[in-house]
Each structure stands twice: as C-alpha cells, then as structure tokens.
C-alpha cells in the first residue's frame, strides 16, 4: 500500500510541476516551475547563497537608466560562478524580471536553462531604475534547485511604501522520499525600521511552519552577527557559519536537522559578477 501511495505522490507532483504557477499577490509576481524531474538519496546537500546585484556588473549601478545589464555574457558569468560550487539548492537575491534596463527579461529562467535546474520566482515589487516612470520591472528573489519544487510562498516581511517594501520567498523542497524541507530567501531592506520590521515579520511566519528549514539570505545586518544568531535561535535555527566570517550573506539552519560540513566565500575580481561574494555551505542530514 505504501509503495501505491509514493508512486501516486510522484505522480501527483509530476503534474503540478509540468505547468508554470503565476499569480500576482498585491503586486508581487511569484512563481515556480519544475523542469527536471529526478529522485535523489542524498544526505549531505550543498547550498549557496548570491546576490547578483540585478545582472550588473559589481561597478555599475542598475538603477541608472543609462547603464545596461544582464546580457548573455553576463549571465554566463553568473552562470560560471554557481557552477564553481556545484550546489543542489541556490538561494539569489536582487533578481530582474522585465526591468527597463536590462537585456534579458528572464532572468531566472536562463539561469534556470544553463544550470538545468528547476526554479522559483518571488517578486518584491515593482520598481524600474530612476526616472523611468511608471514602473513596469520587477525585482526580488529567487531559488534554483536540482530537486522538486512542491509550492512556494512569497511572503511580504516589510513595507514603507510601494517603492520600498521587501519579501521572503518560501520554497517547500523534496530532497528525497523521507526529506522536504523549506529553502527560504529573502533581502532586507537598508534601514533599521525595515531591518526590524523584517526580522519580527519572518520569525513569525517561520514559527508555523513543520518541516527543516534553510534561510539562505542577504541580511544587510546592521549589528554584530551573534546578535542576528540569537534572534533566530528561539526558532531552533542556528549559523551554518562556525567561524568564518561572512558578513551579511548567511545560511541560518535547522540545527537539529543540519550538522555544517563546510562553509566559505568567493568573490570575482576577474569578471567583477556582482558586488557581492557568492557563500557556499555544505549540510549534512542528520536522519
């Protein structure tokens, strides 16, 4: 009977994977889509965290209009820096989608196509470069994964105005027939009120949910990191970071699910990617 029941699960998840879910949720675009179907056994995962500063290049600005980014050639790159870490689950913040200066429109989804990965899509807002009004591109996060997507959650966390309010992105994940797992990201805005209003927002959210989680994010903490560990910790969350110093890029586990294997950064001064470092952490499950 169980066998009967996990082949209709698979059955079930195959389907809801084949089409692309998209809804527009107080004007933030969120969405998934599974491309790849195959089952894994795996018990040591590897993640990696990355903002991608909107497909520009780490001495651009992308809210100038005159400056273009997210070419192919840039992608590649981007491409070329994930593919350094060989990671099962990719967590990005600052993504484009149909932003005025941009090349590529899809973003997620060519990374997606060159990775051959599956992916999902949580949208902040809208909010093109300066001067181009009105706003019609959109910005937030998103996660690239070798494994099954079942539903995701685009969860707003602050809000200032229109222009400036932020989201988590909640993927349900299936590593393998006993594992699922939430891989979650999100980007706090800069200033305290968001910064606090943020942290309050996600914890809350993060109480009702059951299953392990992995928040893979940029935090812009504005505060010593063991003051952001402690926050977390009351939700048996802790960092995957034992004593590398990462800054505001950080992986913040389940600690009775995850023992941290490996953890470290690499910064690209030769293609100048992103003015960000791309984060890696390797996770053992702990079954």
Not at 5 to 20: D, H, N, R
Not at 181 to 203: A, Q, W
Request: aromatic share 12%; net charge negative.
């Amino acid at each position: 009977m169980r066998f009967k029941v996990t082949i209709i699960a698979c059955i079930l998840v195959f389907l809801q994977g084949c089409t692309k879910e998209l809804h527009y949720d107080d004007g933030r675009t969120s969405y998934f889509k599974n491309i790849y179907f195959h089952f894994y056994d795996d018990t040591v995962i590897t993640c990696l965290n990355y903002n991608i500063q909107l497909g520009f290049k780490d001495y651009q600005n992308p809210w100038d209009s005159s400056q273009i980014g997210a070419d192919s050639e840039q992608i590649q790159n981007i491409v070329n820096i994930i593919n350094r870490f060989k990671p099962d689950i990719v967590a990005l913040q600052e993504v484009p989608r149909n932003r005025y200066n941009t090349v590529t429109k899809n973003v997620i989804e060519e990374l997606a196509k060159r990775l051959n990965m599956n992916y999902a899509f949580g949208s902040h807002g809208y909010d093109d470069p300066v001067g181009i009004y009105p706003a019609q591109g959109e910005w937030g996060n998103a996660i690239l994964t070798k494994y099954q997507i079942l539903e995701i959650h685009n969860v707003e966390v602050s809000y200032i105005d229109e222009s400036n309010k932020r989201s988590m992105l909640d993927a349900k994940i299936m590593i393998n027939n006993s594992v699922i797992l939430h891989g979650l990201t999100l980007h706090y805005g800069f200033s305290l009120t968001e910064l606090n209003e943020g942290i309050e927002n996600t914890k809350q959210y993060l109480k009702n949910l059951d299953d392990p989680m992995i928040l893979i994010a940029d935090f812009n903490y504005q505060r010593p990191i063991l003051l952001l560990e402690a926050e977390f910790a009351e939700l048996g969350m802790m960092d995957a970071d034992t004593g590398y110093v990462l800054g505001d890029d950080r992986v913040l586990i389940s600690k009775d699910f995850f023992s941290p294997v490996d953890v470290g950064s690499y910064y690209d001064t030769i293609n100048h990617t992103s003015d960000h470092s791309a984060v890696y952490c390797i996770l053992k499950i702990n079954q």
